[in-house]
């Protein structure tokens, strides 16, 4: 038995179809990562070139050597700016899950809930936050109440609609199943219902993750608060008032890294709660 397994991978080993795929799923393991870097250093070495062959002024485009000082020399108001996005961020994102999620359960539940309220969703979701904001800013006091409000309405539509699609894909044989076997609504809802909408939600969760923190940036931008208490986006505003260009780009460089961060976490939680069982996570480990 042992000498026919040695055989056969030895085979493996010699044929070429084989051989050229191993080589071609190395490459694409290598270039997943390694393109976007080289793509990336390019792009800021050719920015540099750009401001040193134009002879552009720091106040119009800095170089990015200027833009990294500037973020070691300003790094305690940046990043004191920072923490107050993402604490905007991340508190309007876990209302969106309990919101959005909670509301979908209560549409799956009742199909008069669904057609009652799911128009409401449509509405807030399609109205520009800068239309809805002058209504916010008279009726809600609290500086941080309003940017969280905001920024909560961008983020709560994609949870809300994912989630309801997926309670709503369930396989209806094994729905059918459940019921014949006596399954309570409960029963259907925690066994059946919750685990085959998880990769809606998941996906839903991603989308919201980004959405949340334009929203907090954007309702910055447009309750135009100012101060050492104050988000990012104050600092880009504060920045292009003065010409202090290199500070302008450190806080957008700021921004892009943190949204990017969340989209990296989001898809390593949503890996791993579906890589086990779900069909896109296995076929992603292949």
């Not at 002024?57 to 305690?76: C, F, K």
């Amino acid at each position: 038995m042992a000498a026919v397994e040695e055989r056969r991978s030895a085979a493996l080993a010699l044929d070429p179809e084989e051989a050229r795929r191993a080589r071609g799923a190395r490459l694409e393991r290598v270039g997943r990562w390694l393109l976007p870097i080289l793509i990336m250093v390019a792009a800021v070495w050719l920015w540099d070139r750009l401001c040193v062959w134009n002879e552009i002024p720091r106040y119009i485009l800095p170089r990015p050597g200027v833009v990294a000082a500037t973020l070691i020399t300003d790094r305690a108001l940046l990043f004191s700016s920072l923490l107050v996005t993402l604490r905007i961020t991340f508190l309007s994102l876990l209302l969106a899950v309990f919101g959005g999620v909670g509301l979908a359960i209560l549409f799956t539940q009742s199909k008069w809930v669904e057609m009652s309220f799911f128009p409401f969703a449509i509405v807030l979701q399609v109205t520009p936050i800068v239309a809805i904001f002058p209504l916010i800013n008279i009726y809600v006091d609290n500086q941080t109440a309003k940017l969280l409000l905001c920024s909560w309405i961008v983020a709560f539509f994609p949870i809300l609609s994912n989630t309801t699609l997926g309670l709503n894909s369930v396989d209806r044989n094994l729905l059918d199943l459940f019921r014949l076997n006596g399954a309570s609504r409960w029963q259907q809802l925690r066994l059946l219902k919750l685990p085959a909408a998880m990769p809606y939600f998941l996906g839903g969760l991603k989308i919201a993750g980004g959405l949340s923190l334009i929203g907090a940036v954007v309702a910055e931008f447009v309750a135009g608060a100012s101060g050492q208490s104050s988000g990012l986006a104050s600092r880009i505003i504060e920045a292009g008032y003065r010409l202090n260009a290199p500070r302008l780009f450190a806080a957008l460089f700021l921004i892009s890294l943190t949204g990017i961060l969340i989209f990296l976490a989001l898809s390593l939680v949503s890996h791993l709660a579906l890589r086990r069982w779900h069909e896109s996570a296995l076929s992603a480990e292949r």
